[in-house]
């Protein structure tokens, strides 16, 4: 193993092996701004999860803060458990922890039809079957080929497109004015200047080019009378986000969808890591980091639960972060975490992010949610596609996607199963999972 050194050179510019190093410790005046910058990459995604449970659950006021405040401050404790670690917990990898999207497709029905006590009950037991799955992630990597995950991917970026689509219009509930011109260019400019800032910019603006687009629509929406501050006011200016503010209720459909997509998100974390070490320090993630990496995703999302915090995850976007910096520094994510936990603890910040305009939000989800449906094509891409793929892609996503579209199908199941077969991931990965099982493979099979 070659040894890694934390030289300089007689310029004073850190080699490359130090850089490449998780352990390395950079200066404060270059760890603060990098991790600052980790935070800007995932702020926007980190904060819509909340805002979108909120609007489907009815919350508003303080409760929305709640909600927000608490993502914050969760995502910078899971982050501290992957980059400082504890035993076996943590991959001691630069890896930022946020709320996941992958987990909305099953949360928006479970608030709906048991609440958010269910919600975070059932959150907590999939975090434990997370972290245990952690202990043999690597033996399961098998029955989730690109195929499958592709098919999962795609599933999830579909299934919330059209929640980013009625946000955009003015919001998921009831709104009066639903679709009127002032929600559709708000969202249009929003979407706009994020694609303007990613492709004629580089860098760090082209990394924080949602944050830039929510930020730019938000702006706007002030003179046009579409914000209301009154909420910032009366917020809290130092609070500790509360254990158990909505109760705790074990509801079966909820626990075996929660399950399912835990899955789903071990094995996305997984992938993260290695994504990490090889764009990073141009290697292979080492078993031990994969388990810890893992473990620690589904702690978080248990102490999250407890909270009042989504499941979380590790975040994709901060992956690609790393190999753009080249800096592999665990301890630069350290201080992005830092300034999350310090932001989690001041419900003012929480209540100015609770009131950007629905339409805002909207604009920059439909962007992030159909990037999910493009990260999805791309890993089909990685497979032959043979006549056997192109059926189990048809059967998975045709009955997934089209008993969310109607849910009336299945109106004579039972509560627990329209909740899960009305989800559209649910059955989507469940079937992709089972037919590519048991579907035999012939290779001469070309599309």
Not at 90 to 119: E, H, Y
Not at 228 to 236: E, I, L, T, Y
Not at 240 to 269: C, D, K, R
Not at 306 to 321: C, H, I, K, R, W
């Amino acid at each position: 193993m070659t040894e890694v050194t934390h030289s300089k050179d007689n310029e004073g510019t850190i080699d490359a092996g130090t850089l490449k190093d998780p352990d390395y410790c950079p200066p404060l005046k270059e760890a603060v701004p990098l991790g600052l910058q980790h935070v800007l990459a995932m702020f926007a995604g980190n904060v819509t999860v909340p805002i979108i449970i909120a609007g489907v659950a009815g919350l508003s006021g303080g409760d929305k803060i709640f909600l927000i405040q608490t993502a914050m401050f969760i995502a910078g404790i899971a982050t501290l458990m992957q980059t400082i670690g504890i035993g076996p917990i943590g991959a001691r990898l630069p890896i930022v922890q946020g709320t996941s999207f992958a987990f909305i497709p099953i949360m928006i029905p479970i608030v709906k039809t048991a609440g958010l006590g269910a919600l975070f009950a059932s959150a907590a037991i999939g975090g434990v079957f997370h972290f245990v799955l952690g202990t043999f992630i690597g033996r399961i990597r098998g029955i989730l080929p690109p195929l499958v995950t592709g098919i999962v991917v795609l599933s999830i970026g579909l299934a919330l497109i059209p929640v980013g689509i009625k946000y955009a219009a003015g919001g998921a509930g009831k709104v009066p004015d639903f679709g009127a011109w002032h929600h559709i260019f708000l969202a249009v400019t929003v979407i706009i200047v994020t694609l303007g800032v990613k492709f004629m910019t580089k860098g760090f603006l082209s990394a924080s080019a949602v944050l830039i687009g929510l930020v730019v629509g938000y702006l706007i929406a002030i003179p046009m009378g579409m914000v209301d501050f009154g909420r910032v006011g009366s917020a809290d200016w130092f609070a500790v986000p509360s254990l158990l503010q909505y109760g705790f209720e074990i509801n079966t459909a909820a626990v075996m969808g929660m399950l399912l997509i835990s899955v789903v998100s071990a094995i996305e974390t997984v992938g993260d890591i290695s994504g990490i070490t090889t764009g990073g320090a141009g290697r292979e993630a080492t078993d031990k980091e994969l388990a810890g990496g893992t473990i620690a995703d589904g702690l978080g999302t248990v102490v999250g639960a407890l909270f009042g915090a989504m499941p979380n995850t590790s975040y994709s976007q901060n992956v690609g972060l790393v190999a753009l910096t080249g800096v592999m520094s665990r301890h630069v994510v350290t201080c992005g975490a830092i300034f999350l936990i310090v932001a989690g603890l001041f419900p003012k910040i929480g209540a100015v992010i609770s009131v950007m305009p629905n339409a805002v939000l909207g604009g920059a989800s439909i962007i992030m949610f159909g990037m999910i449906a493009g990260a999805g094509l791309k890993l089909l891409s990685m497979t032959a596609l043979t006549r056997r793929d192109m059926v189990i892609i048809a059967v998975s996503l045709g009955i997934g996607l089209g008993l969310k579209s109607v849910p009336e199908a299945v109106a004579a199941m039972p509560a627990t199963a329209k909740i899960l077969l009305t989800s559209g991931l649910v059955p989507a990965a469940f079937l992709a999972i089972v037919l590519n099982l048991i579907i035999p493979k012939d290779a001469s099979d070309q599309a």
